[in-house]
C-alpha cells in the first residue's frame, strides 16, 4: 500500500518511526524544507487514478491448459503524465502455480491525453466461468517519492472450457464409420437397415443378401450393400452427483466421462444422428437438445465448461423420468453413470425397464487404474490384503455389469484414457448391427 498525508511524508524523509513521535509540520519544513517541497511537488505531479478510463478486450473463452490473452485499454484523460504499476487482479485457479505475481503485474506510462495497452495472459487450471476482480493502479509523481492508489471495477468473463483430449481418436472412428457407411472400398456387407446399392456377388458374401429380382435381370449374380440408417436420436445423460465426484488420476470422474461423450458427440454428429445432452442428479444441471450437427460440439462444449459434480445422492427415478421426456421417440441413451453396486441396484435397476422397454440403452463407467494394480501387487502381507481389496471390487463390478446386460443393456466399463475410443466402439458396433 502506498503511504500518504503525514505518515507518509514523515516516511518519505526518514524522520522519526511512526507512531512514536511526531514533530509537527512547521518543524519539519524548518529542517527539511526543501525536500519537504519536493515531495510535496511529487505528490502534487502524479497523475490522478480514480479519473482514469480503463477498458477491457480479448478472450472470453479458452481450453483449460491453454492461455487466455486479456488486454486492458487505459486512456489518461488528466494533462499529467501517468507513471504507474498496475495489477489486474483474477482469481486463483487462473493462473499456474507460482506464476500468478509475474503475470498479474505491469508497468505502464501514458502521457496525457493519450492511451496504453497491457495485456494479461491467464493460464487456467480449473473449467468454468473466471471473473476479473478489480484492477489496482498505482499512480507515481516524477521523483518517485510518493504515489496516489485506485482500484477500477472492470467486468469481464473468461469461460474455460473442456480440454476434448481424446479428439485424437477422431480420425481412426470417422474411418470406420466411413467404412460403415459404405464410402469406402470395403463395404460392411450383410447386416444393416438402410438398402445402399447393388453389386456382383462374390464368394464369402451372405447368401441373404442376394437381389434375385436383380439378379434376374442380368447374367450375373448381384448382391445388395447396406449403410446404418441416420437421423437416429442420441440422448447422453451425464450423471452429476456424488459418484462423479470420485477422483481416479488427478481428475473427477465427471470430466473423463465428458472427454467420452464430446468424442461420441463429434462422431455421431458425423454420422447424422441428432445428438443430445442431460445432466442431471436431482434436478437438471444442463441440457442441450435440437442443435443443427455444425452446432452441436460448440453447444456441448459450453454448457459442460461449467459443470461441476454435486455432493448429492443422483435421483434415478427423477433421471429416468426426465430421460424419457427429452427422449420421446425411440433413440439410444447413453448413461455415464457409476457401475458402483449399492446406487446400481437401490437406484438405476427398479427404473431401468421404463428406459429398456421403450430406447436402446448404453452404460459407459469409469473404472479406476491403480484398481487393476492393486490387484497385481504382491511382495508383503499388505501388498497381499490390497490385493485381495481390489479383486473383490473388480467383483462387485462385473456382476453389476452383469445385471445390466441381463436387461438388454450394453456395458462400457473403462479407465479414463481407454473409456472415450471403447464408448465411439460400442457405438458403431450397436450401428453396425443394426440397433440403433
Not at 132 to 146: K, N, Q, W
Not at 186 to 196: H, I, M, N, V, Y
Not at 412 to 420: K, M, R, S
Request: aromatic share 4%.
Amino acid at each position: 500500500m502506498a503511504l500518504t498525508g503525514r505518515a507518509a511524508l514523515l516516511a518519505a524523509l526518514g524522520s522519526i518511526p511512526i507512531g512514536i513521535l511526531e514533530p509537527s509540520w512547521t518543524g519539519i519544513l524548518a529542517v527539511n524544507g526543501p525536500l519537504a517541497l519536493a515531495c510535496a511537488c511529487d505528490y502534487a505531479l502524479a497523475a490522478p487514478v480514480r479519473r482514469l478510463q480503463l477498458i477491457r478486450s480479448g478472450d472470453s473463452s479458452t481450453r483449460l491448459g491453454d492461455a487466455a490473452d486479456v488486454t486492458l485499454t487505459i486512456t489518461n484523460p488528466s494533462r499529467r503524465p501517468l507513471r504507474a504499476r498496475l495489477r489486474d487482479a483474477w482469481p486463483p485457479s487462473s493462473w499456474q502455480p507460482d506464476t500468478e505475481f509475474a503475470a498479474s503485474r505491469h508497468g505502464l506510462t501514458v502521457p496525457p491525453g493519450e492511451r496504453r495497452r497491457v495485456t494479461t495472459r491467464l493460464r487456467p487450471t480449473r473449467r468454468g466461468d473466471h471473473r476479473a476482480d478489480r484492477v489496482t493502479i498505482r499512480s507515481y509523481g516524477p521523483l518517485g517519492l510518493f504515489s496516489r492508489q485506485g482500484a477500477h471495477e472492470v467486468p469481464w468473463t473468461v469461460r474455460v472450457l473442456p480440454p476434448f483430449t481424446c479428439r485424437k481418436h477422431l480420425p481412426s472412428k470417422l474411418a470406420r464409420l466411413r467404412e460403415l457407411d459404405g464410402r469406402t472400398s470395403a463395404l460392411t456387407r450383410g447386416e444393416g437397415t438402410e438398402f445402399d446399392s447393388l453389386r456382383e456377388y462374390v464368394p464369402g458374401d451372405d447368401t441373404r443378401s442376394i437381389d434375385w429380382r436383380a439378379t434376374a435381370r442380368q447374367s450375373a449374380v448381384a448382391v445388395r450393400t447396406w449403410r446404418p440408417e441416420r437421423d437416429r436420436h442420441i440422448l447422453m445423460v451425464l450423471d452429476t452427483g456424488r459418484t462423479s465426484a470420485g477422483r481416479v488420476g488427478d481428475a473427477p470422474r465427471l470430466d473423463a466421462s465428458m472427454d467420452a461423450a464430446l468424442l461420441l458427440a463429434a462422431l455421431a454428429s458425423r454420422a447424422g444422428d441428432r445428438v443430445a445432452l442431460l445432466a442431471y442428479d436431482r434436478r437438471i444441471r444442463a441440457l442441450v437438445q435440437g442443435r443443427a450437427a455444425g452446432d452441436v460440439l460448440p453447444s456441448l462444449v459450453h454448457a459442460m465448461a461449467t459443470l461441476e459434480p454435486e455432493l448429492v445422492e443422483t435421483d434415478a427415478r427423477g433421471l429416468t423420468a426426465t430421460a424419457l421426456r427429452t427422449a420421446p421417440r425411440r433413440s439410444l441413451i447413453v448413461l455415464l453413470t457409476t457401475l458402483d453396486a449399492a446406487p446400481v441396484e437401490e437406484g438405476l435397476l427398479p427404473v431401468l425397464p421404463q428406459l429398456t422397454q421403450r430406447h436402446t440403452v448404453l452404460v459407459a463407467s469409469v473404472a479406476d487404474p491403480y484398481i487393476a494394480r492393486m490387484a497385481q501387487a504382491r511382495g508383503d502381507t499388505e501388498a497381499v490384503y490390497e490385493a485381495a481389496a481390489a479383486a473383490q471390487a473388480q467383483d462387485e463390478r462385473r456382476r453389476t455389469a452383469e445385471q445390466l446386460r441381463r436387461h438388454g443393456v450394453t456395458v462400457v466399463d473403462a479407465t479414463p484414457e481407454e473409456l472415450a475410443p471403447a464408448l465411439a466402439d460400442a457405438y458403431l458396433a450397436l450401428k453396425a448391427a443394426g440397433r440403433l
